[in-house]
């Protein structure tokens, strides 16, 4: 009797186990898998997520290019346009700004030294306070070339992590529908919706994570650009005020 029962026990257990293995093969778990068993919302959400992946990619991408090209012509022109100037060469110091037009030091000097040779070359009271205003209006639109595209980077690491946390509710809802319409309750049932829950949980901040620390970086750099642009404003000035005295 007893050995009767631990064989029907033994039984209904393999029974489970095959059940269970039958329904995990079911949902799943490599990534093409996992996209045939989400619903189209799921999917929806991932697209969404897959876009701002590259949208993301492409800002970091131009950015650092452009941050790079920036410094490096920075460098050699400010040593350039220091000795032009120290020569009293105005026209030398406008070419050489001219043949580093991706230097954020030489659009902001380039104005300063335009407006300055539109006055005739005199250094009045009146030019000096002219210059001094075209550069800062070069200033302010040169940080608005720094920072183009940081505020995407800003936006996707704040709302990547709720679009993939939208994907997390959807999964969960689609596998309480399963267990409702198949009237399982076993973890098989449930694979599939909680699979989609954290692909999406973890693809929403796989895709924040990077573009709120190069949103950091980037904001940093454009902040140490400003403050060389801040510092030749500054020395431009002084130039031209001294420029005055030998009048």
Not at 78 to 107: C, M, Q, T, Y
Not at 200 to 218: K, R, S
Not at 225 to 245: A, G, P, R, T, W
Request: with cysteine; net charge neutral; glycine share 8%.
């Amino acid at each position: 009797m007893i050995l009767a029962q631990l064989a029907h026990f033994a039984s209904h257990s393999v029974n489970g186990l095959a059940f269970l293995q039958d329904e995990g093969q079911t949902a799943g778990f490599s990534p093409i898998q996992l996209w045939m068993n989400m619903g189209w919302l799921v999917r929806c959400v991932v697209f969404v997520l897959f876009i701002e992946s590259i949208w993301s990619l492409a800002v970091m991408i131009d950015r650092y290019l452009y941050f790079s090209a920036a410094r490096k012509q920075s460098r050699e022109f400010a040593p350039k346009v220091a000795g032009a100037l120290k020569e009293s060469k105005l026209e030398e110091a406008i070419k050489i700004a001219d043949r580093n037009k991706k230097s954020h030091l030489a659009e902001v000097v380039t104005a300063g030294l335009q407006e300055f040779r539109a006055s005739s070359g005199t250094a009045t009271d009146e030019t000096i306070a002219s210059s001094g205003r075209a550069l800062e209006r070069a200033e302010a639109i040169v940080h608005a070339k720094l920072k183009r595209g940081l505020s995407v980077l800003a936006t996707i690491g704040a709302t990547a992590p709720f679009v993939g946390l939208l994907g997390t509710v959807i999964g969960i809802l689609h596998a309480f529908q399963q267990i409702a319409t198949q009237k399982i309750a076993g973890i098989g049932a449930v694979a599939g919706g909680i699979s989609e829950a954290l692909v999406t949980t973890a693809f929403g901040l796989f895709v924040a994570i990077p573009a709120v620390m190069a949103f950091n970086y980037f904001t940093g750099r454009v902040e140490s650009f400003d403050v060389e642009m801040d510092n030749s404003s500054s020395e431009l000035v002084d130039y031209f005020i001294k420029q005055s005295h030998k009048r």
